[in-house]
């Protein structure tokens, strides 16, 4: 048999799951999705930014 060697990094996330579990039982992200026009340009949408700045602060 042939296996191939994965590396794996662990971080550790604190309050970060918490937080972002918090956020996604408010539905914030759909909130804000529905209040922000949404441009075909985006690759990422205007809720999950909003989310990101929350969870990392």
Known sequence: MDY???EFES???DHL???????????IVEKIKN?????????????EVVKAIISYM
Do not use: P
Not at 17 to 27: A, K, L, S
């Open 4 to 6: 191939q060697k994965e």
């Open 11 to 13: 971080k550790k996330l």
């Open 17 to 27: 799951g918490i937080v972002t579990g918090i956020i996604d039982d408010i539905v």
């Open 35 to 47: 209040i922000f026009l949404i441009d075909s340009r985006e690759n990422i949408n205007t809720g």
